[in-house]
């Protein structure tokens, strides 16, 4: 299956922001964190911006944790990453809850105001007190243990 998807960048004061919309696909959601790889490796940014505005079935929390291990290595580490899915967080929390474990700076919200305010004020790795329909974070959950477990 192709990925039907566009995508359109703005990169401004040290910060990366991405808008991507589209069918919701492995293969989309793959193909558009390859191009904001691209980017990342182009402008350095201390801050990243994804506003995910895909449409349809939402990623399983194995194909969220099969795109965080593909990406690993990509310039992400060294990021603060705030992904925002303004029409619900669906399943994306696993997205945060894998990238998390895997050393990353990141939060995923639903609102773009909230999560620009977390990445230039927000502290690394917060305690969540904020969290739900803002942003959420969750950092010890049964269903991650059992897919890491299988990773092992």
């Given at each position: 299956?192709?990925?039907?998807?566009?995508?359109?960048?703005?990169?401004?004061?040290?910060?990366?922001?991405?808008?991507v919309k589209g069918e919701s696909s492995v293969a989309t959601t793959l193909a558009y964190w390859t191009e904001i790889a691209?980017?990342?490796?182009?402008?350095?940014?201390?801050?990243?911006?994804?506003?995910?505005e895909l449409s349809?079935?939402?990623?399983?929390?194995?194909?969220?944790?099969?795109?965080?291990?593909?990406?690993?290595?990509?310039?992400?580490?060294?990021?603060?990453?705030?992904?925002v899915k303004p029409n619900g967080l669906e399943?994306?929390?696993?997205c945060?809850?894998?990238?998390?474990?895997?050393?990353?700076?990141?939060r995923v919200f639903t609102d773009i105001h909230v999560a620009e305010?977390?990445?230039?004020?927000?502290?690394?790795?917060?305690s969540g007190a904020d969290a739900g329909q803002q942003g959420r974070r969750v950092d010890r959950c049964p269903a991650a243990s059992t897919l890491r477990d299988k990773r092992e």
């Amino acid at each position: 299956m192709s990925a039907h998807y566009t995508t359109s960048f703005d990169y401004q004061y040290d910060q990366l922001r991405v808008a991507v919309k589209g069918e919701s696909s492995v293969a989309t959601t793959l193909a558009y964190w390859t191009e904001i790889a691209g980017k990342v490796e182009q402008f350095r940014p201390r801050l990243l911006l994804l506003i995910d505005e895909l449409s349809g079935t939402p990623l399983t929390a194995e194909e969220w944790m099969a795109l965080v291990d593909a990406m690993a290595g990509k310039g992400f580490e060294a990021l603060r990453i705030a992904h925002v899915k303004p029409n619900g967080l669906e399943r994306i929390e696993f997205c945060e809850i894998f990238a998390k474990e895997a050393g990353l700076d990141a939060r995923v919200f639903t609102d773009i105001h909230v999560a620009e305010l977390w990445l230039r004020h927000g502290e690394p790795n917060e305690s969540g007190a904020d969290a739900g329909q803002q942003g959420r974070r969750v950092d010890r959950c049964p269903a991650a243990s059992t897919l890491r477990d299988k990773r092992e």
